[in-house]
């Protein structure tokens, strides 16, 4: 099972960035999702990125301002947040599945089987 590391949370004021970062060994091989979870709501997806680093898909609430990218040589995958809202405070987590030279990547958390501890966002101000 993979382990998964992430870093990069932290608090931020409305309209503010950061950038999320998600770290394990032999990552290259697997497509990565980026998952939140606020409090009593469930967790949802927000954007992932195919094994290859050639196709993304994202939560329509996140699209023009969150980037997911990775450095397969790095072992890392990024998540950029842009333009954060309060709506944004939550756990982030990344998840892997495994998908070798794969094109495509889901936002659904059933198709995950690793998962990272979290780190926490929190948009105020």
């Known amino acids: 099972q993979l382990q998964l590391v992430e870093s990069g949370g932290g608090l931020v004021q409305p309209g503010g960035s950061l950038r999320l970062s998600c770290r394990a060994s032999g990552l290259s091989n697997y497509a990565i999702g980026w998952f939140r979870q606020a409090p009593g709501k469930e967790r949802e997806g927000v954007s992932c990125?195919?094994?290859?680093?050639?196709?993304?898909n994202s939560v329509d609430s996140v699209k023009g301002r969150f980037t997911i990218s990775r450095d397969n040589a790095k072992a890392t995958v990024y998540l950029q947040m842009d333009s954060l809202k309060p709506e944004d405070t939550a756990l982030y987590y990344c998840a892997a599945t495994w998908r070798p030279y794969s094109n495509s990547c889901a936002l659904d958390k059933e198709s995950y089987k690793s998962w990272g501890q979290g780190t926490q966002v929190t948009v105020s101000s």
């Open positions: 990125i195919s094994s290859r680093g050639t196709v993304t």
